[in-house]
């Protein structure tokens, strides 16, 4: 009888955890049954939405399929779950890291986009919904490989490839990348999350550096290049030496 009442407590013990630490992520996962609304398949508002909020963020969404199609994917899955909550309240229940515009989430068990209301822009709507793109198309246990397989540096280089802001336009800075070259070819030895975010000085140089070495990658490999390192991770290989090779033995070139 004691063994039982162990095993209980050892149970709700563990769910109150489980739910206090998953909490935002619980709250994304079931979304379809609560008070949101579902403006069309797997897009969700929240109840303060204007109608022309609705239709503006409706439209940003169908331009960054397009943006991600066009840049990197050809063809984006036009099925990503997205969250929208239309004031910082509501967003703080559904994002874990509230300094953020908009987030992918992920987890063994769900997946889905979470935008607040400074994330309304096609910028940042196109970098996460490039997230979730290489995500699915991870397939099965995508959650394992990206966190253990794909380095962020390769991530979120991919994901800026369809963020256009004027601030990370390598064009307007080309005297800027030739005098800090050495630096920013360091971004390969920056692996963790919590190495990219821990110093807020240096968020901006890593997504441009990570933005810069990815371009350059996709500029020699292409499109072609890409699929396959693919689906190099999508059977357990790291992406370090597929990365390289690819590049070495690429025919592709970009105009
Ligand atoms: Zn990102």
Same mark, same amino acid.
């Given at each position: 009888?004691?063994?039982?009442?162990?095993?209980?407590? +050892?149970?709700?013990?563990?769910?109150?955890?489980?739910?206090?630490?998953? &909490? !935002?992520?619980?709250?994304?996962?079931?979304?379809? !049954?609560?008070?949101?609304?579902?403006?069309?398949?797997?897009?969700?508002?929240? *109840?303060? !939405?204007?109608?022309?909020?609705?239709?503006?963020?409706?439209?940003?969404?169908?331009?960054?399929? =397009?943006?991600?199609?066009?840049?990197?994917?050809?063809?984006?899955?036009?099925?990503?779950?997205?969250?929208?909550?239309?004031?910082?309240? !509501?967003?703080?229940? @559904?994002? *874990?890291?509230?300094?953020?515009?908009?987030?992918?989430?992920?987890? *063994?068990?769900? +997946?889905?986009?979470?935008?607040?209301?400074?994330?309304?822009?096609?910028?940042?709507?196109?970098?996460?919904?490039?997230?979730?793109?290489?995500?699915?198309?991870?397939?099965?246990?995508?959650?394992?490989?990206?966190?253990?397989?794909? *380095?962020?540096?390769?991530?979120?280089?991919?994901?800026?490839?369809?963020?256009? $802001?004027? &601030?990370?336009?390598?064009?307007?800075?080309? =005297? @800027?990348?030739?005098?800090?070259?050495?630096?920013?070819?360091?971004?390969?030895?920056?692996?963790?999350?919590?190495?990219?975010?821990?110093?807020?000085?240096?968020?901006?140089?890593?997504?441009?550096? +990570?933005?810069?070495?990815?371009?350059?990658?996709?500029?020699?490999?292409?499109? $072609?290049?890409?699929?396959?390192?693919?689906?190099?991770?999508?059977?357990?290989?790291?992406?370090?030496?597929?990365?390289?090779?690819?590049?070495?033995?690429?025919?592709?070139?970009?105009?």
């Amino acid at each position: 009888m004691k063994k039982n009442i162990k095993i209980v407590l +050892s149970l709700v013990l563990f769910t109150i955890i489980f739910y206090l630490t998953s &909490r !935002t992520q619980l709250n994304g996962l079931f979304i379809n !049954t609560g008070h949101f609304i579902e403006i069309s398949e797997n897009v969700f508002v929240s *109840p303060n !939405t204007s109608i022309i909020q609705a239709k503006k963020l409706q439209k940003l969404i169908n331009q960054s399929y =397009s943006r991600n199609d066009s840049v990197i994917w050809i063809k984006t899955k036009r099925n990503k779950k997205i969250i929208f909550c239309a004031d910082n309240n !509501t967003f703080y229940d @559904y994002c *874990p890291d509230t300094t953020l515009q908009a987030a992918f989430l992920s987890s *063994p068990y769900l +997946s889905h986009i979470v935008i607040g209301p400074k994330g309304f822009n096609l910028d940042v709507i196109s970098h996460e919904m490039c997230h979730a793109e290489l995500f699915e198309r991870l397939g099965i246990l995508a959650w394992f490989k990206v966190k253990f397989l794909v *380095p962020v540096w390769f991530d979120e280089g991919l994901a800026m490839q369809v963020n256009f $802001e004027e &601030r990370y336009n390598i064009k307007n800075l080309a =005297s @800027y990348i030739k005098e800090n070259q050495k630096e920013l070819i360091s971004i390969k030895s920056v692996v963790s999350y919590n190495d990219f975010f821990k110093n807020e000085d240096k968020i901006w140089f890593n997504y441009f550096a +990570s933005k810069l070495e990815v371009e350059n990658w996709l500029s020699i490999v292409g499109k $072609e290049g890409l699929i396959k390192l693919i689906e190099s991770i999508d059977n357990f290989n790291r992406i370090e030496e597929n990365y390289s090779y690819l590049k070495k033995h690429s025919i592709h070139k970009i105009q």
